[in-house]
């Protein structure tokens, strides 16, 4: 009996165990992947600083706003290259609250004539490019421990040479 549920379990493992790749892959490649309309190059932007808008899907030479909402505000007007994508950068208005939340939108029309605005969500850092500082500043603490572990070594070296010395006599 306990042979047969030993290898009852094993060959269960097994088939799980094979199986698996091929339940995970068929789930992983449901459908063809397709990229959001509109990127930005941070979704973080500071205030009066730059972020990058590459968009696609619109009518090849055609004229597109890329614009930021809460209050629409036109930040560039750009042309469509021959595919119909834009790859512009744009300056986040600095009088803007840092910490909100805002789309930055791409407007123009597709290929078949029908507007398009596509959208990216973000949310504005603080004027500058530098980061907040949010941690200590440890430069003591660790000095202060490389000088407690040298002393900590000198101190063992130190004892084991006396010890040699009196062994020795």
Same mark, same amino acid.
């Given at each position: 009996? %306990?042979?047969?549920?030993?290898?009852?379990?094993?060959?269960?493992?097994? $088939?799980?165990?094979? @199986?698996?790749?091929?339940?995970?892959? @068929? =789930?992983? +490649? @449901?459908?063809?992947?397709?990229?959001?309309?509109?990127?930005?190059?941070?979704? +973080?932007?500071?205030?009066?600083?730059?972020?990058?808008? &590459?968009?696609?899907?619109?009518?090849?030479? *055609?004229?597109?706003?890329?614009?930021? +909402?809460?209050? /629409?505000?036109?930040?560039?007007?750009?042309? @469509?290259?021959?595919?119909?994508?834009?790859?512009? =950068?744009? %300056?986040?208005?600095?009088?803007?609250?840092?910490?909100?939340? +805002?789309?930055?939108? !791409?407007?123009?029309?597709? /290929?078949?004539? !029908?507007?398009? #605005?596509?959208?990216? #969500?973000?949310?504005?850092?603080?004027?500058? *490019?530098?980061? /907040?500082?949010?941690?200590?500043?440890?430069?003591?603490?660790?000095?202060?421990?490389?000088?407690?572990?040298?002393?900590?070594?000198?101190?063992?070296? $130190?004892?084991?040479?006396?010890?040699?010395? &009196?062994? $020795?006599?």
């Amino acid at each position: 009996m %306990k042979r047969s549920f030993r290898t009852f379990a094993t060959l269960a493992a097994a $088939a799980t165990i094979v @199986a698996s790749p091929v339940v995970i892959a @068929a =789930t992983a +490649h @449901a459908g063809p992947y397709s990229p959001p309309p509109v990127t930005v190059s941070t979704s +973080h932007p500071s205030v009066g600083g730059e972020v990058n808008v &590459v968009a696609s899907g619109f009518k090849p030479n *055609s004229t597109v706003q890329v614009s930021i +909402h809460s209050v /629409p505000i036109l930040l560039t007007t750009t042309t @469509a290259d021959a595919n119909g994508n834009i790859d512009v =950068t744009v %300056k986040v208005p600095s009088d803007f609250t840092p910490g909100s939340a +805002h789309q930055i939108v !791409a407007s123009g029309v597709s /290929p078949s004539g !029908a507007p398009v #605005n596509d959208t990216v #969500n973000v949310t504005l850092a603080g004027g500058g *490019s530098s980061l /907040p500082f949010t941690g200590a500043d440890v430069l003591a603490l660790g000095v202060g421990g490389v000088a407690l572990l040298g002393v900590g070594g000198f101190l063992f070296f $130190a004892a084991r040479w006396k010890r040699r010395a &009196v062994l $020795a006599e």
